[in-house]
């Protein structure tokens, strides 16, 4: 069961003028629930700030001044031992590269950056396993990835986070062909000890006027640590589940929904967070994709 999504709208002096999309799901932060997402000029990539905002109603978010503006692009944060983590893609770096980097706090407003990937990757993800070791999802490309697949290592703490070879990272089988690349956006521990992952599945696609144009859409998996196995991917929406809106370059960019995160209820259901054809953020309730 999926409900037809809406349009998130974001007010305050941070966003005038600019298009705020790739968000996070919420989150609770010094008393007030809050998200994060990425601001940037319709006419950039090179000027993206990761701001933080606060719930006015359902669909209607406001910008929180007094929170760090981060030099970064398409936001993610989880908890890991008692530890706000909020990460995001660092671009440019060096020769137009970009590189994940992370921070880490009590809460938002002490937030201080401790590490950063690999050049050249992003979707970097962690989570917090059930005997307290640390899961790190990677998305190599070219030689180990090609277009983009996952890999998946384990660590003790955060200071080992930049000291193992996330590139080389042993690859999860089976779920992306050479065609098609994606990596995962959140990843939540289940009760049984395995790993809810929310994710994307881009390919191209031959439009109307004869051009290739990318085709993104958000979809799950479980993932058992233990075995190292993998459910199949499974679509959680796709665009046209959302009102029609502007893209950053149409047609190349109309048809993507990049995920977000995820909040879980107990009927059963989920609420869906995502990032709409680079310019806006979405919301759709749909079923919970890590109930099989």
Known sequence: MTTQGTLLKFTGDCVQGMDVYNPTAPFS????????ARVESRDSETDSHVRFFRMVNTDTWECVPDTPDLPLQDPFTTWIHGELIVGGVRFPVGDMQWETWFYRGEDVASLKHFA???????DIRLVELKDGRIGVFSRPQGKVGGRGKIGFLIINTLDELEKVDIYNAPLIEGQYTDDTWGGVNEAQLLE???IGCLGHAAEFRKHASGMEVKHYRSVSFVFDPVTLTATPLKTAAERHVFPVGEAKRSPELDDIV?????????NGMAELYVGLSDVNCGRVVIKDPFVL
């Open 29 to 36: 932060d010094d008393g007030e629930t809050r998200l994060a």
């Open 116 to 122: 950063s990937g690999p050049r050249g990757m992003k």
């Open 192 to 194: 049984d000890g395995r």
């Open 258 to 266: 990049i995920s977000g995160g995820l909040n879980r209820f107990a």
